[in-house]
């Protein structure tokens, strides 16, 4: 399969159909936590529309080769960020993809691990999913038979540096905003 190139607005869109399948759901939860860096983005949008405290915990695994997209070890951030005293019981974990399935499938014991507070139960929810993914989400908007490498709009922020920005053209506009 191509690649896949996702503009802005379809970023967004699928952020809105994402938060639109949670809730048809009819599954009440009190948590959300994102991936960051991927995750951020939808956590954030997320947590505005659901009125939810966010959660953030840093992962990495895309470290090497070219345009980083090589998988090595994963790496967890010693903290998990919040602003609430305790986290909720009732957990939405949050990413834009999954891939191998690895950071999703890792990242759940890593929760029940860390919390001082006691889980009820945690679901996860991607844009996108892969069927080549060991773990299966519970909610996606996208199911990607093949593996793409997916091509996100911020992407070319990756190749970019702040001598670049000289001026609001170098940025080259948000056309579909």
Same mark, same amino acid.
């Given at each position: =399969?191509?690649?896949l ?5 379809? /970023?967004y869109?699928? %952020?809105?159909?994402l938060?639109?399948? %949670?809730?048809? &759901? *009819?599954?009440? #939860? @009190? ?11 939808? *956590?954030?949008?997320?947590?505005? !529309? /659901?009125?939810? &405290?966010?959660? !953030?915990?840093?992962?990495?695994s895309?470290?090497?080769g ?5 998988? *090595? ?8 960020? =919040?602003?609430s005293? @305790?986290? +909720? ?6 990413d ?14 890593? !929760?029940?691990?860390?919390?001082? &507070? $006691?889980?009820?139960? %945690?679901?996860?929810?991607? !844009?996108? /999913? ?6 299966? $989400? ?7 038979p093949? @593996?793409?490498? %997916?091509?996100?709009? #911020?992407?070319? /922020?990756?190749? =970019? @540096?702040?001598?670049?920005?000289? *001026?609001?053209?170098?940025?080259g +506009? #948000? $056309?579909?905003?």
């Amino acid at each position: =399969m191509p690649d896949l190139y996702v503009s802005w607005s379809d /970023y967004y869109q699928k %952020i809105e159909q994402l938060a639109a399948q %949670i809730y048809q &759901s *009819g599954w009440e #939860f @009190n948590q959300i936590i994102c991936l960051a860096r991927g995750g951020l983005r939808v *956590g954030d949008i997320l947590s505005r !529309i /659901y009125k939810q &405290s966010l959660a !953030i915990l840093a992962t990495s695994s895309y470290s090497s080769g070219p345009g980083k997209q090589e998988r *090595g070890q994963l790496i967890f951030s010693r903290h998990l960020t =919040m602003t609430s005293e @305790n986290l +909720g019981s009732r957990i939405l974990l949050v990413d834009d993809l999954v891939d191998s399935g690895i950071t999703l499938q890792q990242t759940i014991p890593w !929760i029940k691990e860390y919390s001082d &507070s $006691p889980i009820e139960e %945690i679901r996860t929810a991607v !844009i996108w /999913y892969k069927a080549c993914s060991v773990i299966k $989400p519970d909610y996606y908007v996208d199911y990607l038979p093949d @593996n793409p490498w %997916i091509h996100q709009p #911020f992407e070319r /922020y990756e190749s =970019m @540096n702040p001598a670049e920005l000289g *001026g609001a053209s170098a940025l080259g +506009g #948000f $056309p579909d905003l």
